[in-house]
């Protein structure tokens, strides 16, 4: 219910009536077989609009739903490397690290130690801060390299904004749906194991 004792008016056609009583322009409204809609309560006078509130509702609801399609929310994701990652592991590693944050994304770098390896954390930390180092045109590190148990990590936030993918191939919910990569690699996880090499870092 409109409280105030007077609005600005706009009819159904756009068109300004300038500001009436609000008894007015409700009873106006109703002669049109339409109702008294506030389109704009803060202003001063509040402005209304001569509507069909049903129509009005669904236009509403629908314009949320496709700009909550044209959104992208911000994912969270994760790089596994090992403290003996051979170079062209590494570099895959880099890569597709670039690619989340070029889509905008957060990316968490964690080098997982085995048994003792653990008494070598600097190991880790020089890899992972050669790691930012290469992908820092993309990405700056949020949270410097923290050793928790048996992992080291460091998360890294994009320089980048959220792409937004096109209507086609998106799911009921309003999400993208993504396409593999061409190399295959598995870009549909969020998180990518390193494959195990006797090479050891820095070869």
Known sequence: ???????????EEGSQLGVLPTPRALQMALERGLDLVEVAPNAAPPVVKFLDYGHYKYEQARKEKEARRHQRSVEFKEIRLKPKIGKGDFDTKVRRAIEFLEEGDRVKVAVQFRGREVSHAFIGRDLLNRFADLIREHGTVDRQPLLEGK????????????KVHAPAGRAEDGTADEAPAPDASPAAGTTIESVPTDQAAGD
């Open 151 to 162: 992992s080291m990590s460091m998360t890294v936030v994009s320089t980048h904004k959220p």
């Open 1 to 11: 219910m409109i409280r105030v004792p007077n609005v600005r008016v706009v009819d």
